[in-house]
């Protein structure tokens, strides 16, 4: 996707000034969907061509590993029978297998599955039964790893790693001495090492079983795809802005390389409106005191190449730590202006406050006047403290 908006964005800069290809497009904007609690229920079986998710557990949400699969217009259901799973000829375990996951029957079943062509893909395996599956020796949790490094390897699943800063993906910053658990695996000698970690243990093995294949990832999606997308990674970006960071889509294209290699006649699901080949969003982060000024300037280059954009701003009403409130006066007549002119307004939140990170992650429904929740005052009480006590 990242690739995408890079060669957009330079196809824009290089071509004739009046590109007649670029041109604003009007997308209904749906309601909020609530995802049912239950993916099982929400993703359901209905083709042959599905890849099976088995949900081994509901200690980790499935969110990682649905919202990859959603992301590459990979057809899925997600199922906790077994049965039905291997019906499907590629499956996915997830979030992963301990000793009391499967008996003795099952881990027979995932075997002749995989002797018989299928292929399985799962992460974080530690069952004991399940290692001449996947051909591990040892698995050690560690929440000491900061980095995954991809061999020179040529496994299908590595089809679209092909930029160093993809065969090197960076889980986190070295200052924190500790981040989210892995598994490092050694090999059993049966399977093959398609990446490790930084201090050498296998982060991705791949065995070949019969005419199938099966793959196992020591790390979660949930960490290494959702964590960074809503910014609970620890700082596991190389650079903070204007530099191709592939360390989320490097497994999400994984997936889909799987996909396409593992499965006949594999066919992905359209994922942009209108069944165009691609799609480039324009926004601006209108979040500090000096980028309402520069509005005027983008919207007016916009203009001339007719398209339009969406101004993210901040409802930013009082001063604070961080900086003067900027709501008011000027900068609103900015904002009308480009609302009448056709471009659209988004919420870049209220504040960026540096008390943010202390407050408890909600459900998305929450709102200041509740009760129990912070309010502003508390907001901006909580970011001077952090603020005072830094200074210190
Ligand atoms: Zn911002």
Request: contains cysteine.
């Amino acid at each position: 996707m990242l690739v995408i908006l890079a060669l957009l964005a330079v196809s824009c800069r290089t071509g004739a000034r009046q590109d007649t290809n670029l041109h604003a497009a009007e997308v209904p904007v749906h309601p909020l969907v609530h995802s049912s609690a239950d993916p099982s229920s929400e993703f359901v079986e209905s083709f042959a061509m599905q890849v099976a998710v088995f949900q081994t557990s509901e200690e980790e949400g499935m969110l990682g590993v649905v919202h990859a699969l959603s992301e590459m217009g990979i057809p899925f259901f997600v199922t906790r029978d077994l049965d039905q799973a291997l019906r499907h000829s590629l499956v996915i375990v997830y979030p992963g297998a301990n000793g009391a996951t499967f008996n003795s029957q099952q881990v027979s079943q995932l075997n002749l599955h995989v002797h018989n062509g299928g292929s399985v893909l799962s992460f974080n395996v530690v069952a004991g039964a399940l290692k001449s599956v996947f051909g591990f020796r040892d698995a050690i949790p560690s929440r000491r790893r900061h980095r995954v490094i991809f061999n020179a390897s040529s496994d299908p699943i590595e089809r679209y790693l092909n930029r160093p800063e993809e065969r090197e993906v960076q889980l986190g910053n070295l200052r924190y001495e500790e981040i989210f658990w892995t598994n490092g695996y050694s090999s059993d000698g049966t399977s093959e090492v398609l990446a490790n970690f930084d201090d050498g243990t296998a982060a991705v093995l791949r065995k070949k079983l019969g005419s199938g294949t099966s793959y196992l990832f020591g790390l979660s999606f949930q960490d290494v795809i959702l964590r960074n997308q809503i910014n609970h990674d620890y700082d596991a970006e190389r650079h903070y802005a204007n530099a191709f960071e592939p360390g989320s889509d490097v497994w999400i294209l994984a997936l889909r390389a799987w996909y396409e290699s593992a499965q006949p006649g594999a066919v992905r699901l359209g994922t942009i409106p209108n069944a165009k080949q691609s799609v480039l969003l324009l926004s601006h982060d209108v979040d500090w005191e000096n980028s309402f000024d520069p509005i005027l300037e983008f919207s007016a280059m916009e203009e001339t190449q007719h398209v339009k954009s969406t101004f993210f701003i901040q409802t930013k009403y009082v001063s604070d730590a961080n900086s003067a409130s900027f709501f008011f006066g000027k900068n609103l007549a900015n904002l009308r202006k480009v609302k009448a002119q056709g471009f659209s307004i988004g919420s870049h939140s209220v504040i960026h406050s540096r008390g943010f990170n202390k407050f408890e992650l909600g459900a998305g429904e929450q709102r200041l006047s509740q009760p129990t929740g912070h309010g502003v005052r508390d907001l901006i009480a909580l970011s001077m403290r952090t603020c005072s006590a830094r200074s210190e």
